[in-house]
């Protein structure tokens, strides 16, 4: 192996001192963008509740499921049934159709499929990320359709929606 000159080892050193500062700065950060705390090691997520009339019968089971897996799959957070680091919990409050889109002939448009879900977050590590609010997302059909024959595809689609923008809000400080 030939001696590094002294020109060659002073870049070198520089580029492995400069790197390694770059790596330790970083702070809390991962790849799915999340900006939990090392010290956050579990969530308990309550069974949302249905706060409203309407909507699939398995609306809660499916919504608490989601949300549930998502967690899983993009934190290191361990799913509890109680006594989280972090706590979910909520109901959905509304499962709306409206008529949106108004044409000449005082008909809609489009029909719009809404859902609301009420959302209380506690972080037993740190309260100032605590909040309480509600999320919301739409998906809309044509007018000549029914809500039974959108609602296997829609549902799914809001469902996913809501998952993505409380776990936003809860782990992304989005």
């Known amino acids: 192996m030939k001696p ?6 002073i870049i070198r050193t520089f580029f492995i001192i400069h790197f390694s500062l ?15 705390s090392p010290d956050l090691k579990s969530i308990t997520i309550s069974n ?7 909507g699939p019968a398995n609306l809660a089971l499916n919504f608490n499921e989601k949300l549930k ?11 509890l049934p109680n006594n989280g680091d972090l706590s979910l919990e ?5 499962y709306d159709l409206l008529a949106v889109a108004p044409t ?15 959302v209380r977050f506690v972080n037993n590590k ?5 909040f309480e609010q509600s999320f919301s997302f739409y998906q809309d059909f044509p007018q000549n359709q029914t809500l039974t024959q959108n609602e296997g595809r829609l549902v799914p689609k809001i469902l996913d929606q809501l998952v993505l923008d409380i ?8």
């Open 90 to 94: 909520g109901s959905i409050t509304n």
């Open 48 to 54: 949302f509740t249905m706060a409203t009339a309407g």
């Open 69 to 79: 897996e998502y967690y899983q799959r993009y934190t290191n957070l361990k799913v």
């Open 104 to 118: 000449a002939s005082d008909q809609a448009g489009l029909n719009r499929l809404q859902v609301t879900v009420q």
């Open 167 to 174: 776990f936003n809000k809860t782990a992304a400080d989005w």
């Open 4 to 9: 590094v000159s002294g020109f060659r080892w």
């Open 22 to 36: 770059f790596i330790n700065s970083c702070g809390v950060y991962s790849f799915t963008g999340t900006t939990l």
């Open 126 to 130: 740190d309260e100032s990320k605590n």
